[in-house]
């Protein structure tokens, strides 16, 4: 199992820019892919981005394509997602989970997920 540590969140202004990070443990020796979720108040968790174990292959929800980039450094078992150009509606807890799928948009196929970081932007 993986355990995931989500960083970076906070309070930005429409237009601006924010960088969460996911520290893995654990077993790391493990190939896997990574994905970033959100859910905002009231609302269902939704899929934002996924990246393959090699960082090969990107997949992002079609709300976010153009703005995010979700990366990966494997030597320091971190995942990251720059999001730029944040819109209010992107306001969220922000998630990254462990999985076999990079582009699966379910959330019952990741195994290992993070504890979520706060992200909230004012208009």
């Known amino acids: 199992q993986v355990q995931l540590v989500e960083s970076g969140g906070g309070l930005v202004q429409a237009g601006g820019s924010l960088r969460l990070s996911c520290a893995a443990s654990?077993?790391?020796?493990?190939?896997?892919?990574m994905a970033w979720f959100r859910q905002a108040p009231g609302k269902e968790r939704e899929y934002v981005a996924g990246?393959?174990?090699?960082?090969?292959?990107?997949y992002y929800a079609d709300s976010v394509k153009g703005r995010f980039t979700i990366s990966r450094d494997n030597a320091k078992n971190t995942v990251y997602l720059q999001m730029n150009s944040l819109k209010p509606e992107d306001t969220a807890v922000y998630y990254c989970?462990?999985?076999?799928?990079?582009?699966?948009?379910?959330?019952?196929?990741?195994?290992?997920w993070g504890q979520g970081t706060q992200v909230t932007v004012s208009s």
């Open positions: 990246i393959t174990w090699t960082g090969l292959w990107t």
């Open positions: 989970a462990a999985g076999v799928y990079y582009n699966s948009v379910r959330s019952d196929n990741y195994k290992s």
């Open positions: 654990g077993r790391t020796d493990s190939t896997y892919a």
